[in-house]
């Protein structure tokens, strides 16, 4: 593209523009709902903004605070829309003429922290499906475009269209108020906020499709929204405790995969390459869930977990005693089938294979996770330390005939094959 009258170009426009929202735009979609009180009107608002700064920018310049200039030009558009409809009820001459008066004066600098919260529970309403409510956050708070999420998740563009769209349309026939939850309904509201996050980040930290063992750009989206809202609520430890999971699991990433792709598991990492700046990002955001005095909770507990391989200098020396106890209290308020599997994992290293065995053995008796590659791959890795190789080797075969993966089905044929030798 040609450089405007003010020598920047059109591309460099695009990436200021681009940049600009995906650090502002759950800031300015806040504002816009709160003002016009209609979610979906926000976000088309905002969306016209951007447009008319890509137009204008090139000529005129980026603005001081662009993200400001978007909120503005955006409320002048909602004003100018009330003001063209032939018959505007009293609601929407009131708020036109309330935010005529205010003018622009209001957007460089109005707290509206408390307006991206209320955004964050809007997209993580309970009246939405976990795959809309995914779809909404990374698009609303998270400031990605649908090309962006479809690309993390490996689906068409159209169908991200389709969820947001839908998303929407639950939302406004649901009538959903742009506003925090009663107190009565925090902590479960929250826990879905926080849930999200954490599925996006585990689908980024390890694949559940694809040829890609792990997609570090989708979990490092889910990071970026985790500190967001942790910082919105301070007093919130498991928001913090989220945070520092994720920062645990994530030092990890420049070990965990060859340059070729594929997978380096955790006993074989060169623990030289953690990133242990991260690490101790993620300690003091334990400490800072921990300050609250409340208690640990699910995600503190794991955290717990993940801080303990994050110190140790090689998975032999590893406080695995400790991770053991870790798990039982996760398993006490948390009951999971994978937690209990985890566990084992644990108690083998801390006590013996055989040990660990039982518990697998008990979770196959009861039912919990068939059809899950988790269970045959935990218990072909145990049977092989046990040195019943025949056994290891069929269990690793079916792992591997359930996971949906490519790189980690490579895996566990490579494993099952090894124990031919």
């Known amino acids: 593209m040609n450089p405007g009258p003010n020598g920047v170009d059109g591309a460099s426009i695009h990436r200021t523009v681009d940049a600009v929202w995906r650090i502002e735009s759950a800031r300015i979609v806040a504002t816009l709902a709160k003002v016009t009180g209609d979610f979906s009107l926000a976000e088309d608002l905002a969306q016209e903004a951007v447009i008319d700064a890509l137009a204008q920018w090139p000529s005129a310049g980026v603005p001081q605070n662009p993200g400001a200039w978007l909120t503005a030009v955006a409320k002048r558009k909602a004003i100018d829309g009330w003001r063209r409809r032939e018959r505007l009820d009293d609601r929407y001459r009131a708020i036109a003429h309330d935010l005529a008066e205010l003018g622009d004066a209001t957007d460089a600098g109005e707290p509206i922290d408390d307006d991206v919260l209320r955004l964050v529970f809007t997209a993580c309403h309970p009246v939405l499906g976990r795959e809309a409510q995914v779809a909404l956050t990374l698009r609303v708070v998270g400031g990605l475009s649908t090309e ?108 965990r995969s060859r340059a070729d792709g594929s997978p380096v598991l955790l006993a074989d990492q060169d623990r030289a390459r953690w990133d242990r700046a991260q690490i101790g990002r993620g300690v003091a955001a334990l400490e800072r869930a921990d300050a609250l005095g409340r208690g640990r909770g699910p995600y503190a507990l794991q955290a717990a977990i993940a801080e303990c391989h994050a110190v140790a200098p090689s998975v032999d020396d590893t406080d695995w005693e400790r991770i053991v106890v870790l798990y039982e209290a996760l398993g006490r308020i948390a009951p999971n089938p994978v937690v209990e599997l985890n566990r084992a994992v644990a108690v083998s290293m801390a006590v013996g294979p055989a040990s660990g065995l039982r518990i697998v053995d008990e979770i196959s008796t009861s039912g919990a996770l068939a059809g899950s590659y988790l269970l045959p791959s935990v218990r072909g890795e145990l049977l092989a330390r046990l040195g019943r190789v025949q056994e290891a080797r069929s269990e690793l075969t079916t792992a591997a005939g359930l996971v949906a993966n490519d790189r980690q089905r490579q895996v566990l044929l490579d494993k099952a094959a090894a124990l031919e030798e």
């Open 148 to 255: 962006e999420i479809a690309r993390l998740f490996l689906v068409p563009v159209a169908t991200v269209q389709q969820r947001i769209v839908r998303a929407k349309k639950t939302l406004a026939a649901a009538k959903t108020p742009f506003e925090t939850p009663d107190p009565s309904e925090w902590s479960a509201r929250l826990g879905s906020v926080l849930g999200v996050v954490y599925l996006i980040f585990t689908e980024g930290y390890s694949a559940t499709s694809g040829d890609r063992w792990m997609r570090a750009e989708l979990a490092g989206e889910a990071l970026r929204l985790g500190r967001m809202v942790a910082g919105l609520v301070p007093r919130e430890a498991e928001a913090h405790a989220l945070v520092a999971l994720m920062e645990f699991q994530a030092s990890r990433f420049g070990a």
